[in-house]
């Protein structure tokens, strides 16, 4: 199923005052079925309930579908995105972390920093973990921990990527992790599709059964390293066919059975 974190796009503040609702719009939670979000309480990680309020697509923003407090990413974890770079093939999940400050929501505009010369696109799977996870056993059900699965972008500054020693500056920049639009509950994540398309142009597309380390390894592994903390999520790593974007594009990224992340972009001074 699939659901989601959202705003009205249309608030009034007299009425939800007149509701007990407080006078700022607060994000909601939903499930979605068609064109029409049917209004929840309760956590998109825990119970939810209906409460008998329901809304067309069209009338809401779809916020990103977690809070996490921290953003763990998998570097190299396509053998054609190692090698159009000429990178070796990792022997281990190769992974860096982007701050919660980079996180974008659906629909809002990614800025170019006006001290990148190249800003690529990476389309990728997202995992959004849904309770505490730390030290798994191979014989643990890593999938258990997870609440769903969402469309990631993991927007990156190549030129610094390859200037610097480390990565955090190439990938941190405000507006550089766009995710959402919707938690999909149901999914196989090793057998489904990620393809990027800017302008309507496809740029990547791979299924995941192409992963070096498929997501339930990966989530292992990272419980070793650090506790994964209801929300957090991992961007499971890009296929080949990265490439810059500019000014005025549309960048989409697209997982099958999840739907479409779509972002535009502007350069800074726009």
Known sequence: M????????????????????????????????????????????GETKAVGRNWKLAEVALLPPSVPTKIVCVGRNYADHAAEFNNDVPKEPLIFLKPPSAILAPGEAI????????VDYEGELCVVIGRRCRQLSDT?????????????DD???????????????AKGFDTFCPFGPVLETELDPGHVTVETYVNGAKKQSASTTD??????A??????????????????????????????GDIVEVVVSGIGTLRNPVRAADS
Not at 155 to 169: E, K, M, N, V
């Open 211 to 216: 992963m070096i380390f498929p997501v339930d």
């Open 155 to 169: 927007i990156s500054a190549r030129d610094l990527q390859f200037s610097d020693p480390q990565w955090t500056r």
């Open 111 to 118: 800025v170019l920093p006006a001290i990148s010369k190249r």
């Open 2 to 45: 699939k659901f989601c974190r959202f705003q009205l796009l249309e608030f009034d503040a007299g009425a939800a005052s007149r509701a007990g609702e407080g006078v700022h719009p607060e994000p909601r939670i939903g499930r979605i079925e068609g064109d029409t979000v049917q209004e929840l309480s309760g956590s998109l990680l």
């Open 218 to 247: 990966i989530i292992r592994w990272i419980s070793h390293v650090m506790t994964l903390e209801p929300g957090d999520i991992i961007a499971t790593g890009t296929p080949s066919g990265v490439g810059p974007l500019a000014g």
């Open 140 to 152: 643990d059900d890593a999938l258990a921990y997870v609440a769903g699965y969402t469309c990631l």
